[in-house]
């Protein structure tokens, strides 16, 4: 199995930028998704979560993220995505995707049994 994230570098305090996770290896449709992010010198947190879409998917968001962060899903691109609005310096981390069965425990690192390399989001303010 391979999460490869795509998108992060160096943006300004406001912008919007992208962040894409392709998934090889696994039966997409099949998993909840989800982006989380580690700050330097912080743990890894959650960010947001996106489930399998059999049920209706259902997007989560952590409260510092809800209504300037967009998670979507395309099942025939094996791809998620995390649209980032008005970033702000406090955004910078290391972004990861995921990918496992997670249930109601969407906000659990232990969810997800998958897990991107990780890209780097830096916001200058």
């Known amino acids: 199995v391979q999460l490869q994230a795509f998108g992060g570098g160096l943006v300004q305090a406001g912008d919007s930028p992208t962040l894409s996770c392709r998934a090889r290896g696994l039966i997409f449709n099949n998993y909840d998704m989800a982006w989380f992010r580690q700050a330097p010198g912080k743990e890894r947190e959650f960010a947001a979560a996106i489930t399998v879409s059999r049920s209706g998917s259902r997007t989560y968001y952590v409260d510092s993220v809800k209504g300037r962060f967009t998670i979507s899903r395309v099942n025939t691109k094996d791809t998620v995505y995390l649209q980032m609005n008005r970033l702000k310096p406090e955004d910078t981390a290391v972004y990861y995707c995921?990918?496992?069965?997670?249930?109601?425990?969407?906000?659990?690192?232990?969810?997800?049994?998958?897990w991107g390399q990780g890209t780097q989001v830096t916001v200058s303010s």
């Open positions: 995921a990918a496992g069965y997670a249930d109601n425990s969407v906000y659990a690192r232990d969810s997800y049994d998958h």
